[in-house]
């Protein structure tokens, strides 16, 4: 059975020119802008290209970062940010 192998393996899954986080905002926008019929269209290519450029001043993953220090998402495998000592 013969199965594709990435070139790159660390390369991100992308559609069009847009990584996975991106759709997810463009994705997100399209169903608020169908649901309350206003202005928020123009968000569904705004978003995206303001994330990238807020995406391409921080270093990876500070999305799950910030999400984890404010308390919305919780690391899988990491002690809580309160631990004061840690032991592998």
């Not at 790159?8 to 905002?25: C, G, N, R």
């Not at 990238?52 to 495998?77: A, D, T």
Request: charged residues 10%; contains cysteine; hydrophobic residues 50%.
């Amino acid at each position: 059975m013969a199965e594709r192998f990435p070139q790159y393996l660390s390369a991100p899954v992308q559609v069009l020119w847009f990584e996975t986080d991106e759709l997810a905002i463009i994705i997100l926008f399209f169903l608020l802008a169908s649901i309350f019929h206003g202005v928020l269209w123009i968000l569904c290519i705004a978003g995206p290209f303001a994330y990238s450029s807020l995406k391409n001043r921080y270093p990876s993953s500070f999305l799950m970062h910030m999400l984890y220090f404010s308390g919305i998402k919780r690391l899988k495998n990491y002690p809580t940010s309160f631990a004061n000592t840690f032991s592998e």
